[in-house]
Nanobody, 120 residues
Framework: QVQLVESGGGLVQPGGSLRLSCAAS????????MGWYRQAPGKERELVAA???????NYGDSAKGRFTISRDNTRNTVYLQMNSLKPEDTAVYYC??????????????WGQGTLVTVSS
């Protein structure tokens, strides 16, 4: 099995920055994909960004140009650097791990979620 531990959420003012981290442990294996999704009240969960174990990235439209995803494979940790935050970025952010690929998922695990609030 795979366990995910998220950290880094909190309250930030508009225009500010936050960095989320998610550490995976257990039977990781490769290839795999780690990423972040978010869900705002009354809205569907949406992709923020994802990164494969080989470094390929995919960003949701809301993240392009403001957020950067990266990973440290030695620590099995994925990071989401969020800059120029807006109130509409307020949501619960969920870490996601997929063993295999997005089109051939052997195993999928979700983190417990971390709340990001952008407000003055």
């Amino acid at each position: 099995q795979v366990q995910l531990v998220e950290s880094g959420g909190g309250l930030v003012q508009p225009g500010g920055s936050l960095r989320l981290s998610c550490a995976a442990s257990g039977s990781i294996g490769s290839p795999n994909v780690m990423g972040w999704y978010r869900q705002a009240p009354g809205k569907e969960r949406e992709l923020v960004a994802a990164i494969t174990s080989r470094g390929g990235t995919n960003y949701g439209d809301s993240a392009k140009g403001r957020f950067t995803i990266s990973r440290d494979n030695t620590r099995n940790t994925v990071y989401l650097q969020m800059n120029s935050l807006k109130p509409e970025d307020t949501a619960v952010y969920y870490c996601n791990f997929v063993k295999g690929s997005m089109t051939s998922r052997i195993l999928e695990v979700w983190g417990q979620g971390t709340l990001v609030t952008v407000s003055s």
